[in-house]
Antibody
Framework: QVQIIQSGAEVKKPGASVRLSCEASGFTFTDYYMHWVRQAPGQGLEWMAMINPSGDSTTYAQKFQGRVTMTRDASTSTVYMELSSLSSEDTAIYYC????????????????????WGQGTLVTVSS | SSELTQDPAVSVALGQTVRITCQADRLSLYYAGWYQQRPGQAPVLVIYGKNTRPSGIPDRFSGSYSGNTASLTITGAQAEDEADYYCSSRDSSDSHLRVFGGGTKLTVL
């Protein structure tokens, strides 16, 4: 069965960086786009970033451009997200999610949906 | 960029039918995904595309479109359906970007 297991909670000081990970299993890792989505306390979901199956192309929400880096390691089926210059506004639960990727004439294309989610990682930014 | 607009809160009597809506430009062209999020849990995809339910999602959940509005309908709402519901789709001007609606809190009375 598909599983996405995320790393544990983090506490960071303002200005620091945080690197989160999620390990995927139960599916062919290199056949799927992956995403990061966050949710501030009491707020809605916010899409942050996407990475293609081979890991050589990323797309970031404009809000996070220059502060976020998403990578993946096929050898360990792990996706990473590093967010820098943290502020209290970055306090949130961060989710890793699989894209409902489709195969179109031999090419893997991202869909607009997230079919499996990790359990979330709480990042607290506080001085 | 684009926004997906949802009503903040909706209520429904137990066993009745409720519709949760999501509005944005060209949504009927790109389609939407719907997610259920119970307190303290990760979101779960309940409907995507034209009207597709992932495996394990009860058939009381369905999706539809009218103009620029996507709707999630729960026919015969159950107590366990009380949750936050979010829609998502691509950005209307950039196919690489994704966007979520603000979410709708569903209360089952």
């Amino acid at each position: 069965q598909v599983q996405i297991i995320q790393s544990g909670a983090e506490v960071k000081k303002p200005g620091a960086s945080v690197r989160l990970s999620c390990e995927a299993s139960g599916f062919t890792f290199t056949d799927y786009y992956m995403h990061w989505v966050r949710q501030a306390p009491g707020q809605g979901l916010e899409w942050m970033a996407m990475i293609n199956p081979s890991g050589d192309s990323t797309t970031y929400a404009q809000k996070f451009q220059g502060r976020v880096t998403m990578t993946r390691d096929a050898s360990t089926s792990t996706v990473y997200m590093e967010l820098s210059s943290l502020s209290s506004e970055d306090t949130a639960i961060y989710y890793c999610a699989r894209d409902l990727t489709r195969l179109w004439f031999g090419e893997l294309l991202p869909e607009y949906y997230f079919d499996y989610w990790g359990q979330g990682t709480l990042v607290t930014v506080s001085s | 960029s684009s926004e997906l607009t949802q009503d903040p809160a909706v209520s429904v009597a137990l066993g009745q039918t409720v519709r949760i809506t999501c509005q944005a430009d060209r949504l009927s062209l790109y389609y939407a995904g719907w997610y259920q999020q119970r307190p303290g849990q990760a979101p779960v995809l309940v409907i995507y595309g034209k009207n597709t339910r992932p495996s394990g999602i009860p058939d009381r959940f369905s999706g539809s479109y009218s103009g620029n509005t996507a709707s999630l309908t729960i026919t015969g709402a159950q107590a366990e359906d009380e949750a936050d519901y979010y829609c998502s789709s691509r950005d209307s001007s950039d196919s690489h970007l994704r966007v979520f609606g603000g979410g709708t809190k569903l209360t089952v009375l």
